[in-house]
T-cell receptor
Framework: GQQVMQIPQYQHVQEGEDFTTYCNSS?????IQWYKQRPGGHPVFLIQ?????EVKKQKRLTFQFGEAKKNSSLHITATQTTDVGTYFC???????????FGRGTSLIVHP | AAGVIQSPRHLIKEKRETATLKCYPI?????VYWYQQGPGQDPQFLIS???????DKGSIPDRFSAQQFSDYHSELNMSSLELGDSALYFC?????????????FGPGTRLTVL
């Protein structure tokens, strides 16, 4: 079945440093979504990427979808303590309406 | 804005007992998804409903069943509870069952099985 691998599992950064998490799929995706889950909270939708090579920005967050639509990344510039949480990618293949979540990357920001 | 409502927020049960989790989707959302999230794990898809019909099925144990009612709320029924069922159970809703929809997650129900 479809697998979505996400790395790293954890990332410690000093406040102000950049952060990147990567997702790779074993199969071509129709779209990929990114969610953020704060400690003790629930996943919150951040963005969806659909087109090959698509890049979207939300303030300090940059999301990319690979040309082959098998990988994606989330980059945060100049992290802040409010960025703390676990970032999940969730990919869908053409044959399924159900997203497969990656294992998530937990971001820890040290002030 | 209205969000997804789940009840109860916390539930403690003994092994072999039953539990019922409830989910009230955002108004005018007709699709509901159930996920199970263990500690430090990603959400695992259990089952989904669109317009009161089961639309997709994931890794839901046979001991669990679910349904969506005429008012679009959904209930997850769990029987013969096991220690391994202890987890966060999220319900999410969306405007349709399509492949490009955004899922809105509820706050979750934390189930502890003793």
């Amino acid at each position: 079945g479809q697998q979505v691998m996400q790395i790293p599992q954890y990332q410690h950064v000093q406040e102000g440093e950049d952060f990147t998490t990567y997702c790779n799929s074993s199969t071509t995706l129709s779209n990929i979504q990114w969610y953020k889950q704060r400690p003790g909270g629930h996943p919150v939708f951040l963005i969806q990427l659909v087109k090959s090579g698509e890049v979207k920005k939300q303030k300090r967050l940059t999301f990319q979808f690979g040309e082959a639509k098998k990988n994606s990344s989330l980059h945060i510039t100049a992290t802040q303590t409010t960025d703390v949480g676990t970032y999940f990618c969730a990919g869908r293949t053409g044959g399924s309406y159900i997203p497969t979540f990656g294992r998530g990357t937990s971001l820890i920001v040290h002030p | 804005a209205a969000g997804v409502i789940q009840s109860p927020r916390h539930l403690i049960k003994e092994k072999r007992e039953t539990a019922t989790l409830k989910c009230y989707p955002i108004p005018r959302h007709d699709t509901v998804y159930w996920y199970q999230q263990g500690p430090g794990q990603d959400p695992q898809f259990l089952i989904s409903f669109y317009e009161k019909m089961q639309s997709d099925k994931g890794s839901i144990p046979d001991r669990f069943s679910a349904q969506q009612f005429s008012d679009y709320h959904s209930e997850l029924n769990m029987s013969s509870l096991e220690l391994g069922d202890s987890a966060l159970y999220f319900c999410a809703s969306s405007t349709d069952a399509g492949a490009y929809n955004e899922q809105f997650f509820g706050p979750g129900t934390r189930l502890t099985v003793l």
